[in-house]
């Protein structure tokens, strides 16, 4: 079973969500802002609840703002069977992009309504959703309407947490919810779907420098975050001898070669990066008396991540104690990596193939929704190609093809899907 | 010939000085804010000024605001010889200590009273002085007044620099000093001294380490100072493969690493720090587009520390290459060693040793006056130790038996010289 999905129409969407909260980039590319739970958020999800109720779904909303739409008896599916879901976030960072999240609800509304056009006669309806503070830009934890949905933190934690707002805290998650409107009746954890696809832009240089469309998602990668803080001893950079210091930048320094080289030795998947560097008092004519950083390491597999990880802490003791300085670390944050369910990335890899477009397997490097759902039902995602890699800025683009290729591979993933039987 | 110094009437000056412009210490510590050619620059000059008076000496203020005050008529000394000179600077940087600099002036007027007192007839006449903007902290660069004394600098060209005052480029030199009342008629260049011999503070911690009262200066490092700016491409630290970046950041923590073993490897004296450092954007999950930061290295031995410069330049590109980013260097300042004058040194070694003072032979790490002297005359420091090392900060402390130790080797110098024949 087969649809053809209107490309144009997916593009008009995509242009018209992204007038609502317009910003310009750097050489004015033309991206959006709409910050979870904001008054933009609120007009961007009016203009798609509306979309969802021209095709006649079954729109429910749920306790953390999450809106699921299903095709039910306004559009003529009776089996009362769990859905085919699709689905990802439509709130963006404050130098958001047009494609980071609303390509794959958009994409899932322009499925639903070829085949709706095309009168197909399915098991399973099919549905397509979006989720609250996926970008967790404004509201910590991100992924925040997915991981309440699948049941991984309950809907009054989350109803408490505050905004991080310019000038301090802000108004709780419950507040701004009930403000806008999308404080819903639906329970969470919802009601697990038959399956979950998601299609996001890469957000990543891999499919792009590849020359390949279409990118089968096999997992996200598990992330540790550590934050280390190096304590010496300040001191004047031209009166103290090398052997009387206690420098925490030359041992910061260590670290990152450590790690950038560790990456190198344990080999692709594995990734490492220092993006976040602080010292203090940071004056060129003095040795600093504190380093603080950050070391971000991911891997697909947990077993090497914990490898990792493990020596990482071994390093910064070693470190520490050559150059004579304390160490402290805290843990930002740590996933375990989430691997895909085979039958559905099988299905990708396969629908692009039939569709002539070239595919790759690989792992997302960033979080996704997908992977919150994953705990509730067989999840997967498709990917198609950021130019440059470019992410969280105006300046992110993906080619109208691959757009309308990513959509169409989506609606025949869905479409096997809805038309197989039970797990 | 000698004289024994008052201690406590130098100790009693350096607390009267140290209330002017007083600030408090993290621990309660009582140090001075005095920024070059401030009002409370100007409230220490006055206090000075009016000791020097009470004294008889015959003041001089020159076109740059340095304030020299030598034996003469007003004495009772009537050689006409050049002066054998001491002195320092009495502005501070904005969390000054007590001792940097002022301890130099006062040593030397409690040098030049002490020998007024005994009525000792010399060859050469003694004098105090203090040089304007020693800091650097208002007024770029460092040691201004020094340098337009002994002729490094035009004095139109320091009239027209313009303080670094918070919220932008404030008034220049040459309005503050008139502003004060400071734009003195005395000519630049000065008139070069017999000898030069200025006490100061270590500001390092290798004369406490080492149990020593007294450090014989044997010169100042040459300081090579270096901005270097790598850029490369800001990505998505999950998604973007090692292989795929172009990470200043890595780079930087390789030259970082670089120049600490390069130290290491010279040996004493070079020293090298890497002690300001900034990414952009400085995120944790993204692979920074930028690392600026900064290379001091040190060294007495210009041609050494020229080698340490060509290798720091060789590895940049390498590093550079190897992390597929650009790099630009500025040099941020320059000076080559300054070796005082054997004369000067022997001397202060031999006083220390005449009053039973434990003494070293030592370079400066830091710049002093004397060095810009060394350019008229046979100059020479004398140095006392910092508990700790520490400087620029109200914690700075010397021991008050050092204070007075300091100022009697310096008598102990001034008088030696000021009774000797010409050079």
């Known amino acids: 079973m087969h649809v053809d999905i209107d490309g144009g129409r997916l593009l008009e969407r995509l242009e018209a969500l992204a007038e609502i909260g317009p910003i310009t980039g750097a050489s004015g590319e033309r991206g959006s802002a709409r910050l979870a739970l904001t008054d933009a958020d609120r007009d961007g999800r009016d203009l798609v609840l509306g979309w969802m109720r021209d095709l006649g779904l079954d729109v ?12 039910g008896e306004g559009c003529g599916h009776r089996s009362g069977r769990a859905p085919v879901l699709c689905g990802s976030h ?14 794959g609800v958009l994409a899932g509304l322009e499925v639903i309504e070829s085949v709706l056009a095309a009168g197909l006669e399915l098991r399973h309806p099919l549905g397509v959703g979006f989720f609250t503070d996926e970008e967790g830009a404004r509201f910590a934890p991100d992924m925040l309407g997915s991981l309440v ?19 301090g805290p802000g108004p709780t998650v419950r507040d701004e919810l009930e403000r806008i409107g999308y404080l819903g009746s639906s329970p969470c954890p919802g009601s697990p779907p038959h399956a979950f696809v998601e299609l996001h832009v890469e957000q990543g240089p891999v499919l792009e420098a590849e020359g390949l469309r279409i990118g089968a998602v096999t997992g996200v990668q598990g992330i540790s975050w550590t934050r280390v803080t190096f304590t010496g001893q300040s001191n004047h950079a031209g009166t ?20 950038n080289d560790l990456a190198d030795r344990f080999g692709a998947p594995q990734v490492a990066t220092v993006g976040r560097i602080e010292l203090h008092p940071n004056l060129v004519n003095v040795v600093p008396s504190r380093a603080t950083f950050t070391v971000d390491l991911r891997n697909t597999d947990e077993v090497v991540l914990c490898r990792a990880e493990e020596e990482l ?10 150059h004579g300085v304390t160490v402290e670390t805290e843990c930002l944050a740590r996933f375990e990596p989430v ?18 477009l070239s595919v790759r397997r690989m792992p997302s490097g960033a979080g996704h929704d997908a992977q919150m759902l994953a705990r509730m039902c067989p999840s997967g995602m498709v990917f198609v190609p950021s130019i440059g890699g470019v992410s969280h800025n105006p300046a992110e683009l993906t080619e109208d093809a691959d757009l309308v290729a990513g959509c169409q591979v989506m609606a025949d993933v869905m479409l096997d899907l809805a038309d197989g039987g039970d797990w």
Chains 1, 2 share one sequence.
Do not use: C, K
């Not at 559905?344 to 039939?354: L, M, P, T």
């Open 90 to 103: 439509i709130d963006t960072v404050a130098t958001g992009g047009r494609f980071d999240g609303n390509l």
């Open 313 to 322: 802490a071994a390093e910064l003791a070693r470190v520490a104690e050559r």
């Open 60 to 71: 429910s909303i749920d306790a953390i703002g999450n809106v699921i739409a299903v095709m």
């Open 339 to 356: 691997a895909f369910d085979e039958r559905i990335v099988s299905r990708v890899e396969a629908a692009a193939a039939a569709r002539g």
């Open 240 to 259: 103290t001898p090398m052997s009387m210091r206690r420098d925490p930048a030359a041992a910061l320094a260590r670290i990152a070669v450590f790690v």
């Open 149 to 167: 949905y699948a049941g991984g933190m309950t809907v009054e934690q989350a109803h408490d947490i505050r905004a991080a707002d310019p000038g």
